[in-house]
């Protein structure tokens, strides 16, 4: 996998076959995509911070965030097996483990199932079916629906195929109640949402390279300047629905409603910025490293406004001692 530092170098470098990933894993290791998982697993601690049940015990967070992280990177050895052609013609993707041979395609399909079998066993005894069936779930509309059936045929191939991405909040709420509210829905909605800013951004400075083989993303197929405006919609949709977070969480909100806005703020900077000049990669590769950012700062939000200073309403404590004050002022 190339790290984000090599995504740079594809954005600067007039010759980005010369590109080479920062860290080379071994090869097992880079076909489950470590890199995504981190992120996949703090929105599953959001989709838990939403629940009335939260915080979770300590065995059964591990066994969540454990089965999580083996069907993600499941998810991403099969992927790799299914794109191993694809990646071999791609540059970004040629010096992955398949297609430059390091691992053989065997042993990838090995480790695929073991992963999947694993995760299951892990989610199914130490969680919950619900949360196990819904990590199969995310698996299989990831390599089938997104990977198989949408990425090579449509524009809008993230933008519904974004459901894969958007699951594991529905597995840490599953998790944490062993059903799913709203307020996981809401969840996952704002991670569909999010998707096109992230990974359009990221089509903009590879889009030469989806184009020579002929992967029909946004900014293949409608050019810079629709895919600019694109990222700029979904970042307002985006931010409305971040919004939505304060009523969403069972306590709490007003402090997430709070910290929020520096993150939305800058969110609509720089997709305002990438709109004036879609062609210019500084302004793709900023907006796409601050939709990581973004993502994990809601995350970290929503845990914090579960946190006992923020659940005590310390917008009613800060009320409660102004009116406790003022007697003493007059007097
Ligand atoms: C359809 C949905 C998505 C698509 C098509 C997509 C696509 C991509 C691509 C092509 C990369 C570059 C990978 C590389 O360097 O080889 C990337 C990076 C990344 N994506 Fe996404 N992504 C999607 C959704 C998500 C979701 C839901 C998350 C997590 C919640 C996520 C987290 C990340 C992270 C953390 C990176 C940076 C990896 C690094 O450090 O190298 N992505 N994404
Ligand atoms: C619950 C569960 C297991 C959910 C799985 C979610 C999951 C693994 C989402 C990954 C989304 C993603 C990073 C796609 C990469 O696009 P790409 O495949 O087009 O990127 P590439 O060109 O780098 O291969």
Redesign the pocket.
Known sequence: ????S??SAIATSPAPAAIRPSVTLPAWLEVA?P??I???L??TVGGMALTAAWPLDSVRLVCTLVGGSMASAAAGVLNCLWEQELDGRMQ??SRRALPSGRLAQRQAFALAVGLTVASVLVLVLGVNALAASLALLGLCSYVLL?TALLKPRTTQ??VI??I???I?PLVGAAAATGHLGWSSWWLFSL?MV??PA??WA?ALL?HEDYRSVGIPMLPVVKGLEVTAGAIRRYSWVTVAMSLAGVVALPSGGWLYGLLVLPFNARLLQLSASLLEDPSDPRRARSM?RWS?FY?FGICLLLVLARTPLASAGAPGALVAAALHLAPTAAA
Do not use: D, E, Q
């Open positions: 996998m190339v790290s984000v090599a995504v995509k890199r995504l981190p992120l996949l703090a929105t970004r993707t997104y191939n993230i195929g974004g894969a991405g958007a594991p991670v999010w998707t992230h990974f990221l590879l796409f990581i993502l």
